[in-house]
Every structure is written in structure tokens, then in C-alpha cells.
């Protein structure tokens, strides 16, 4: 069996794979999703690994690209997302091989880690190869009832995304400034990142509305009984007008949509809620011999998240 990287060329072999493989799901594999992810991202393109059996690829492996900055100090990091083997040959440790494998690579020239939020059938494989859980992510759940006689005084807040691009450069640099000061773990936003992670997202719909001093995208996940708004960014939440405008802004959409719940990683942007750790689990694998960042960031205080940043991807 050969490893190699993957190329340009192999992405409509690689899709191909993944609908074998997985089907279609949720998210639909094309060749436009692909290269969505892992070529236009805005980090850099991800590092890709293929198994090669016999001139046929039997194994994919995709370390996404992404930003981390604690402080001054800027992480370039991967999360572990797509991955997939052949129907014959499962069961062969192509997996395990092929992400080992990735993580021999992205270390060689770079102090780096590895993170992902994978689901209980997935994560116990992860742990054996030397991920650990950091902890349940805390989010916000905020029954709408709670906001109910609000809605009767939103008719009149328009929800659109005008802002220009050189004043939501300007809001991001505020907020990566707010972050840096307070020391946490946080990925640093820019109008590049933001339009390509939301307005150009080829997997999710996300409505995005903002003013010249905030922005805001989120987007309705559908369960069996109710709808559920959830916030999957907020940039400019650094002052009570804002905080308030923000608030009305949310509550607006999750109203004009029948949502009757809104999450957030946002604490404390609502006063009627729930506050816990009901969100998935962090895994964090080190890279690092930097062991002051390792034990912060096995704190999962220590990590200042939107909900855009963690979710699955």
C-alpha cells in the first residue's frame, strides 16, 4: 500500500470515496465542497493523505487548516475532519495508519496541535492514538418564550449585511485585540475569513446581518418537534448598546422563524437562560513541547469560542 498526498487532480477520486464510503448525509460531497474546505480556507490548504492500493485509492485522511492565537503568540493548528476508506478493504487499519501518518507530517516544521469535536462512536478511536478530551463545550440555550413580549417591539429593526469590508476589518481587529488582552485561546477573525466561512459557505446556510459596529451569522437547525436558531458568531459584542442591538437582532430572527430556542457560545449576551456544559466534546492532541500551552489549553476555560468555530466542519 501507498501513502502519498493527495493533489489537485485526486479531489474527484477523493469525493467519490467519501459518497462510497459514507454517502451523501446531511452535507452533500462534491468536488465544490472539497475544495471549499481545503483549498480556498483562507489558513492554507489542509494536508491530505491517500492510500493507494492496487492504482486505486482506498483512504483518505484530511487535516483542515486553522488558526489558534494565545496572546501574541499565533498557532497554526489542523482538525482532524474528513477521513474515509474503501468498503473492502475496512477493518485493515487504514485509519489509524493514515492519521498517524498525518500527524508525523504537520509536526516536522512546526510547533503545532491537532483538535475536533468528534462524536461518541469516533472519539474512542482518537483517544487510542493520543487525543485527549479537554470537556464538554458550555453554551448558551435560551428558550425564546422567555423573550416573548419582545417581539412586539422588533417589527421596525431591519436585518441586513451592509457593513464594508474595511469597517468589519476594523470590528475584527477590536475583537482580536480584546481577546489577545484577556490571554485566552481564541481563532482571530478578519472580513477574509468571515465571508469565506460564512457568506461563501458551500456546506451550511448561515444568515448574516450586522451594523456598522457588530456582525452576526447564524443559521436554523430542524429537529423532530421545533426549530432551533443557532449563533454560530457574533463579532462586536464590546459594549452595552451593542450587546443590546445584538440582542434584538437575534431575537428578531429566531422570532420571524418560529425558532423556539437560540444558542450561543455568547455568556452572558442574554440574562434569561441556561448556561452549561451541554455542548460536544473538545479532543486536543499536542504537537507542542510548549507545556504552558498544553495545560492551557487542556482548560477548557481557557479557550474563548464561537460556536462557528468549534461546530462540526
Not at 452535507?27 to 486505486?56: C, Q, R, T, Y
Given at each position: 500500500?501507498?501513502?502519498?498526498?493527495?493533489?489537485?487532480?485526486?479531489?474527484?477520486?477523493?469525493?467519490?470515496?467519501?459518497?462510497?464510503?459514507?454517502?451523501?448525509?446531511?452535507?452533500?460531497?462534491?468536488?465544490?465542497?472539497?475544495?471549499?474546505?481545503?483549498?480556498?480556507?483562507?489558513?492554507?490548504?489542509?494536508?491530505?493523505?491517500?492510500?493507494?492500493?492496487?492504482?486505486?485509492?482506498?483512504?483518505?485522511?484530511?487535516?483542515?487548516?486553522?488558526?489558534?492565537?494565545?496572546?501574541?503568540?499565533?498557532?497554526?493548528?489542523?482538525?482532524?475532519?474528513?477521513?474515509?476508506?474503501?468498503?473492502?478493504?475496512?477493518?485493515?487499519?487504514?485509519?489509524?495508519?493514515?492519521?498517524?501518518?498525518?500527524?508525523?507530517?504537520?509536526?516536522?516544521?512546526?510547533?503545532?496541535?491537532?483538535?475536533?469535536?468528534?462524536?461518541?462512536?469516533?472519539?474512542?478511536?482518537?483517544?487510542?492514538?493520543?487525543?485527549?478530551?479537554?470537556?464538554?463545550?458550555?453554551?448558551?440555550?435560551?428558550?425564546?418564550?422567555?423573550?416573548?413580549?419582545?417581539?412586539?417591539?422588533?417589527?421596525?429593526?431591519k436585518?441586513?449585511?451592509?457593513?464594508?469590508?474595511?469597517?468589519?476589518?476594523?470590528?475584527?481587529?477590536?475583537?482580536?485585540?480584546?481577546?489577545?488582552?484577556?490571554?485566552?485561546?481564541?481563532?482571530?477573525?478578519?472580513?477574509?475569513?468571515?465571508?469565506?466561512?460564512?457568506?461563501?459557505?458551500?456546506?451550511q446556510?448561515?444568515?448574516v446581518?450586522?451594523?456598522?459596529?457588530?456582525?452576526?451569522?447564524?443559521?436554523?437547525?430542524?429537529?423532530?418537534?421545533?426549530?432551533?436558531?443557532?449563533?454560530?458568531?457574533?463579532?462586536?459584542?464590546?459594549?452595552?448598546?451593542?450587546?443590546?442591538?445584538?440582542?434584538?437582532a437575534?431575537?428578531?430572527?429566531?422570532f420571524?422563524?418560529?425558532?423556539?430556542?437560540?444558542?450561543?457560545?455568547?455568556?452572558?449576551?442574554?440574562?434569561?437562560?441556561?448556561?452549561?456544559?451541554?455542548?460536544?466534546?473538545?479532543?486536543?492532541?499536542?504537537?507542542?513541547?510548549?507545556?504552558?500551552?498544553?495545560?492551557?489549553?487542556?482548560?477548557?476555560?481557557?479557550?474563548?469560542?464561537?460556536l462557528?468555530?468549534?461546530?462540526?466542519f
Amino acid at each position: 500500500m501507498i501513502i502519498r498526498t493527495s493533489q489537485l487532480q485526486d479531489t474527484v477520486a477523493i469525493v467519490d470515496l467519501l459518497k462510497l464510503s459514507l454517502g451523501e448525509g446531511l452535507v452533500k460531497k462534491s468536488d465544490i465542497v472539497w475544495n471549499f474546505k481545503h483549498i480556498d480556507n483562507p489558513f492554507g490548504n489542509s494536508h491530505v493523505l491517500l492510500a493507494i492500493e492496487n492504482d486505486m485509492l482506498v483512504g483518505v485522511r484530511a487535516f483542515m487548516k486553522w488558526n489558534w492565537q494565545l496572546g501574541k503568540e499565533k498557532w497554526i493548528a489542523y482538525r482532524a475532519v474528513d477521513t474515509s476508506t474503501h468498503p473492502d478493504y475496512q477493518g485493515r487499519g487504514i485509519f489509524k495508519r493514515l492519521t498517524l501518518q498525518a500527524l508525523q507530517d504537520v509536526q516536522k516544521n512546526e510547533q503545532t496541535f491537532v483538535f475536533n469535536t468528534p462524536n461518541n462512536i469516533s472519539r474512542p478511536g482518537y483517544l487510542k492514538m493520543g487525543w485527549v478530551v479537554v470537556d464538554s463545550l458550555p453554551i448558551s440555550i435560551i428558550p425564546t418564550i422567555g423573550y416573548f413580549l419582545n417581539a412586539f417591539f422588533l417589527n421596525k429593526i431591519k436585518l441586513n449585511n451592509k457593513i464594508e469590508s474595511h469597517r468589519l476589518d476594523q470590528i475584527c481587529d477590536i475583537h482580536n485585540a480584546v481577546l489577545e488582552e484577556k490571554n485566552v485561546i481564541f481563532t482571530p477573525k478578519s472580513t477574509k475569513y468571515l465571508k469565506w466561512r460564512f457568506e461563501q459557505n458551500q456546506m451550511q446556510e448561515y444568515f448574516v446581518t450586522s451594523s456598522n459596529n457588530w456582525y452576526i451569522a447564524m443559521y436554523i437547525k430542524k429537529h423532530s418537534f421545533f426549530k432551533e436558531l443557532r449563533v454560530a458568531e457574533i463579532i462586536g459584542e464590546n459594549d452595552s448598546l451593542s450587546k443590546k442591538q445584538i440582542r434584538k437582532a437575534i431575537i428578531k430572527y429566531a422570532f420571524t422563524n418560529n425558532c423556539w430556542v437560540i444558542t450561543t457560545a455568547s455568556k452572558d449576551l442574554f440574562r434569561l437562560r441556561l448556561h452549561g456544559k451541554f455542548g460536544p466534546k473538545l479532543t486536543f492532541k499536542s504537537l507542542t513541547n510548549n507545556t504552558s500551552f498544553i495545560n492551557k489549553a487542556l482548560n477548557i476555560n481557557s479557550w474563548k469560542y464561537s460556536l462557528g468555530d468549534l461546530e462540526l466542519f
